[in-house]
């Protein structure tokens, strides 16, 4: 009988404890289990946030603008002295994977531009030239055989300028944003915007401001 009572006891301590692991290991599993459901909802939150189509325009204009293109999003991105005022869907070149290499590659470049022409009289409302190609598109090309040498350097001295390069070359050229519309990705390599958002990017927008065109 005194067996039996240091038994009992005994016994229900360690179901206790069993209870308890197991309760516990369950609340953990849920807890983690709800921690990372949590961080899926934020980052899938900061990726809409990230592609959110939106304009707010500045209440004092800016002294430096900076434009930033994303191709795999389909995305062009407008800076104001460093903070973001604009994010607009924008077209590429028909062939929308790889950077411009020759004319007639109907692909959109890829690397670092600046404007260099404006055009507010185009068929697409306002054209904004960039310069395209840039020494290392015309190094490139060069490497390829694609220009040669006397070309290549015409291209590295107006880039060195800052002026816009030549654009009748076996390179290609003539590449800039404009209007037209956004429903494909329809042009020869340039970045197509709606009308109404080249008219808004057009107060901000000058010569020499930075271009830069990611993947």
């Given at each position: 009988m005194k067996n039996r009572d240091r038994i009992y006891p005994a016994a229900f301590f360690i179901f206790g404890v069993i209870?308890?692991?197991?309760?516990?290991?369950?609340?953990?599993?849920?807890?983690?289990?709800?921690?990372?459901?949590?961080?899926?909802?934020?980052?899938?939150?900061?990726?809409?946030?990230?592609?959110?189509?939106?304009?707010?325009?500045?209440?004092?204009?800016?002294?430096?603008?900076?434009?930033?293109?994303?191709?795999?999003?389909?995305?062009?991105?407008?800076?104001?002295?460093?903070?973001?005022?604009?994010?607009?869907?924008?077209?590429?070149?028909?062939?929308?994977?790889?950077?411009?290499?020759?004319?007639g590659d109907n692909k959109t470049p890829e690397g670092s531009y600046y404007v260099c022409y404006i055009n507010p009289n185009s068929k697409y409302k306002y054209f904004f030239g960039i310069s395209y190609p840039n020494e290392k598109d015309a190094k490139n090309g060069l490497d390829k055989n694609i220009i040669n040498k006397i070309t290549y350097n015409r291209i590295k001295d107006a880039i060195d300028d800052r002026r816009q390069p030549p654009w009748h070359t076996a390179l290609g050229g003539e590449i800039g944003i404009h209007g037209g519309g956004t429903k494909s990705d329809w042009t020869y390599g340039c970045i197509a915007m709606e009308n109404e958002d080249i008219y808004k990017v057009k107060e901000y927008i000058r010569l020499r401001t930075e271009v830069y065109i990611y993947k």
């Open positions: 209870l308890i692991a197991l309760v516990s290991g369950m609340s953990i599993k849920n807890y983690i289990k709800q921690n990372n459901n949590i961080k899926q909802v934020s980052a899938n939150n900061k990726q809409k946030e990230s592609q959110k189509i939106f304009f707010n325009r500045p209440q004092n204009d800016p002294e430096n603008t900076t434009v930033k293109i994303y191709k795999s999003k389909n995305i062009m991105e407008l800076y104001g002295d460093e903070k973001l005022i604009g994010r607009f869907k924008v077209g590429f070149g028909r062939v929308n994977k790889g950077y411009k290499e020759k004319e």
